[in-house]
C-alpha cells in the first residue's frame, strides 16, 4: 500500500484515504471551438503513460478534500513528492536520482 504525504495536512495517510485525479498539468485550450473533432478526443482522451516518473493529481478524499500534485515512479510505486497546485513542480529527474 502506498503512503501519501497530503502536501495541505503535512501528514503521510494511507493510499485508501485518497482518491487518483489523473495526469497533472492538463490545460484547458483556451480556443476550444476552434479546434478540429481529433484535436478535442486528444485533449480529451490521450494522457502520457510513462514507465518511470509520471506528474499526477490526488484528492485526499477521506481528509481534507483538497486536490494536489504528486511525483510517481510508475516502476517502484514510490511517491517521490507531493506539491500543492500552483507551487513549482519537482524537477522529476533530480527526483529520480534521490536529490530533494
Ligand atoms: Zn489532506
Given amino acids: 500500500m502506498l503512503l501519501i504525504r497530503c502536501p495541505y495536512c ?3 495517510r494511507p493510499e485508501l484515504e485518497f482518491r487518483y485525479g ?9 480556443e476550444a471551438s476552434a479546434m478540429s473533432d481529433a ?3 486528444d485533449f480529451l482522451y490521450m ?3 510513462p514507465k518511470g516518473v509520471h506528474v499526477e493529481r490526488w484528492r ?16 517502484s510505486d514510490r511517491i517521490l513528492a507531493t506539491y500543492k497546485p500552483g ?3 519537482p524537477d522529476p529527474d533530480a527526483l529520480a536520482r534521490g536529490d530533494r
Fill in 10 to 12: 503535512r501528514m503521510e
Fill in 22 to 30: 489523473g495526469e497533472a498539468h492538463i490545460t484547458r485550450p483556451a
Fill in 39 to 41: 484535436e478535442w478526443a
Fill in 47 to 49: 494522457r502520457a503513460n
Fill in 60 to 75: 485526499h478524499i477521506h481528509g481534507c478534500g483538497r486536490f494536489f500534485n504528486s511525483v510517481r515512479d510508475t516502476v
Fill in 87 to 89: 507551487e513549482p513542480r
